[in-house]
């Protein structure tokens, strides 16, 4: 066994969700890594700069193959904090983390990208990269072939004169960016959405628009109860943290989301509304103290990275049961198959009906 293979052999999903049958690495952050020293091999002994690696395998795996420097920009914080907790168990220091914008400097010889789905996030991290990044600096952007596009292709084109496809190797494949050249930056998008200003930093949820999860948990808004510390949790936008600072003024609103992304479109969105919402970057509610809250609102995430789960929203809900105080709510939408009643019973207390059709349910959970 190689020390590389060692490496992964030994990475921990924590934090994040998923039992045994789910790694910490895939074949596409295998597949960067070999491709990377196989044919970028003075690139990847220089300063490589990683980007949204999901548990550490990229960042880890490239520190093992020689790199004289990683640097790392992770969006969620469950994944800045699995690599903190792989690299400590490896023995490792972790790599510094750094926003986008600062990530890639013009020392940097090799970006490894976990290609994002989204075409907005793509586009922003694309131009990032490009703006910062020498003239020999090379890109390869990996993800499993079942998440790639060939408009991802075309959105990398925009900021490298040469864009090249990988042959397919364990069901994953490499996009190759070279050339890269600079542009304006992305910009954020703008909307008004049930009377509010909503404003997208690229990659965030639902973009500029309105999910229909969050419009039907929005339209039970009349029957809120009275609150003087409420939070949004796994903010998006930031558009019902908006709507219940509108809703009164005088209340306390923290916004809290796994994502940086998130996160900064909710300030950015609290900011055009003109309200004042406190905003955290946080795993649920990890830096909450208990029994701190009157009123919890939820669409609950069913995807970690591409694994569909009902883990991250039995979590959400367990922090919600534990944060809230005696007679505090949880007002919650969920997908109406997933039938998640009988676990907020458990983890919260008793539970309502609000609304219900064939796709999305409403409830009201009260703390016991």
């Known amino acids: 066994m190689t020390d590389l293979d060692a490496l992964l052999a030994a990475l921990s999903r924590e934090p994040d969700v998923g039992g045994a049958e789910l790694r910490a690495w895939d074949a596409a952050d295998r597949y960067l890594l070999d491709y990377a020293a196989a044919e970028f091999p003075e690139a990847l002994a220089g300063e490589v700069a990683v980007i949204d690696d999901t548990h550490g395998a990229l960042a880890l795996g490239a520190a093992a193959l020689g790199s004289a420097a990683v640097r790392v920009h992770q969006d969620s914080i469950v994944g800045q904090r699995a690599l903190a907790a792989n690299a400590a168990a490896a023995g490792l220091p972790a790599p510094p983390q750094h926003p986008l914008a600062e990530v890639v400097t013009p020392a940097t010889s090799l970006v490894l990208l ?66 890269p050249r600079p542009g304006a930056a992305a910009k954020v998008k703008r909307a008004l959405v049930e009377g509010i200003e909503v404003v997208a930093v ?13 419009r039907a948990l929005l339209a039970t808004f009349e029957s809120l109860p009275r609150f003087e510390r409420a939070i949004d949790l ?34 950015l969105t609290a900011k055009a509304n003109g309200v004042t919402i406190e905003t955290r970057h946080d795993d649920g509610l990890s830096a909450e103290p208990d029994a701190s809250a009157d009123l919890i609102v939820l669409n609950p995430p069913f995807h970690s990275g591409a694994a569909v789960t009902t883990e991250i929203a039995h979590r959400l809900f367990a922090d919600a049961g534990r944060v809230l105080r005696p007679g505090g709510e949880l007002r919650v939408v969920w997908n109406s198959h997933l039938a998640y009643r009988p676990v907020l019973e458990r983890l919260v207390g008793p539970t309502r009906q609000l609304s219900r059709t064939s796709k999305f349910t409403v409830t009201a959970s009260r703390r016991g």
Do not use: W, Y
């Open 114 to 179: 976990r290609m994002p789905r989204s075409l907005d996030r793509l586009d922003a991290v694309a131009r990032a990269v490009a703006a910062s990044a020498g003239p020999e600096m090379v890109l390869l952007a990996g993800n499993r072939i079942k998440h790639m596009t060939p408009t991802q292709n075309e959105v990398l084109a925009q900021s490298f004169g040469r864009v090249d496809v990988t042959l397919a190797q364990g069901k994953s494949r490499i996009v190759v960016g070279r050339e």
């Open 202 to 214: 690229p990659g965030v949820f639902a973009g500029a628009g309105l999910d229909i999860g969050t």
């Open 234 to 267: 796994a903010c998006g936008t930031g558009i019902v943290a908006v709507a219940l600072a509108q809703r009164q003024p005088d209340a306390r609103i923290l916004a809290t989301d796994v994502s940086a992304v998130a996160v900064e479109s909710t300030r």
